[in-house]
T-cell receptor, first 116, second 109 residues
Framework: TAGITQAPTSQILAAGRSMTLRCTQD?????MYWYRQDLGLGLRLIHY???????GKGEVPDGYSVSRANTDDFPLTLASAVPSQTSVYFC???????????????FGPGTRLTVL | GQNIDQPTEMTATEGAIVQINCTYQ??????LFWYQQHAGEAPTFLSY??LDGLEEKGRFSSFLSRSKGYSYLLLKELQMKDSASYLC??????????WGAGTKLIIKP
């Protein structure tokens, strides 16, 4: 079982350009999440989706957008990248409590993004 | 505000025991998680506590005291592969997961 896959693994992006980070899970989890992880800081939630067709804002949503057209995919888009968005981005999924699951989050391998 | 505190870095010797502490202040409590993260890799789930007491899983144990807002992760018979960051996360009253900054554990031979 693949679990959660993310693409690309890493990317260098010019400031002002747009980019979509892809995330796909095959565990049929209801909930999905996007985090960024910066040195010395904890994981910070960008956006989340409790179920297909719904999304919500996390702690640091500005400059990012998401969509959840189906259960498996949860892409994250940077409309106009800025250097402060240089980070490692992790996608995660969980079988949410509201659907009877444990809500333990499982993570993809991450995307390392550098914005110059 | 909501806050989770962990030591930034700890050093221990191969074969020894180490305890990583986590204290939290959150709006409500619906469980505490410990994750392991090796450098350059994704966090992986280690343990979950929602009731007070000790949960043991092989060489790793996790303890919770809800009244004290305190948890610890105990690692026994340390191996070099245990060198990693250990992340504490609390699920608050709104079922949002609040993450600590992580404790980097260095194992020396």
């Amino acid at each position: 079982t693949a679990g959660i896959t993310q693409a690309p693994t890493s990317q260098i992006l010019a400031a002002g350009r747009s980019m979509t980070l892809r995330c796909t899970q095959d565990m049929r989890h209801n909930a999905m999440y996007w985090y960024r992880q910066d040195l010395g800081l904890g994981l910070r939630l960008i956006h989340y989706s409790n179920t297909a067709g719904t999304t919500g804002k996390g702690e640091v949503p500005d400059g990012y957008s998401v969509s959840r057209a189906n259960t498996d995919d949860f892409p994250l888009t940077l409309a106009s990248a800025v250097p402060s968005q240089t980070s490692v981005y992790f996608c995660a999924s969980s079988d949410s409590i509201t659907s009877g699951g444990s809500d333990t989050q499982y993570f993809g391998p991450g995307t390392r993004l550098t914005v110059l | 505000g909501q806050n989770i505190d962990q030591p930034t870095e700890m050093t221990a010797t191969e074969g020894a025991i180490v305890q990583i502490n986590c204290t939290y202040q959150t709006s409500g409590f619906n469980g505490l998680f410990w994750y392991q993260q090796h450098a350059g890799e994704a966090p992986t789930f280690l343990s979950y506590n929602v009731l007070d007491g000790l949960e043991e899983k092989g060489r790793f144990s996790s303890f919770l005291s809800r009244s004290k807002g305190y948890s610890y992760l105990l690692l026994k018979e340390l191996q070099m592969k245990d060198s990693a960051s250990y992340l504490c996360a609390v699920r608050d009253g709104n079922y949002q997961l609040i993450w600590g900054a992580g404790t980097k554990l260095i194992i020396k031979p």
